[in-house]
């Protein structure tokens, strides 16, 4: 997303417009161990993927400034299993994550790889599938209604 003020990205937007695409301010980003609020719609979008013979639904949850605020995963083989149930916690705790200010790259490095340096876990895939940013979403990426 660029900002129609400056022309850059929001996320690197400088210029001192109070709008909805300016990224938020230092006085407007919670303290530190302080959780940044969800606007309650914002923009959603889903895509399956397959990890270890497992399919799965996943969910990407955006800031109005193009930032990764949260994070779905359901498997769509085993909905209401232990593992459906398991994947979508982990996915709660990712999403408690960059909305308490951990930056998607820390989470992506402190998970488990392989050898290749691929996931080791449908987490560390998901993780990496998921854009940092809004605007790097890809155009087949199904996108849902704000919610």
């Known amino acids: 997303m660029i900002c129609p003020t400056c022309q850059r990205p929001v996320v690197d937007c400088v210029c001192q417009d109070r ?19 969800l606007p309650p719609r914002r923009a959603v979008f889903q895509e399956r ?18 930032a990764a605020a949260e994070m779905f995963v359901n498997t769509y083989q085993q909905m209401g299993s232990q593992a459906d149930a398991t994947i979508s916690d982990a ?21 488990r790889r392989n050898p290749n340096g691929s996931p080791s876990s449908p987490v560390g895939a998901f993780l990496d599938k998921m854009p940092a940013t809004m605007d790097e979403v890809s155009p087949h990426v199904e996108r849902g209604e704000p919610s």
């Open 91 to 111: 996915a709660i705790v990712v999403s408690l994550a960059l909305q308490y200010g951990c930056p998607l790259a820390v989470l992506r490095e402190a998970l």
């Open 49 to 66: 993927m397959e990890f270890a013979q497992v399919h799965y639904i996943l969910g990407y949850g955006y800031y109005p400034d193009g």
């Open 19 to 37: 709008n909805e695409f300016a990224p938020p301010t230092r006085e407007d980003r919670p303290a530190w161990g302080q959780r940044r609020a």
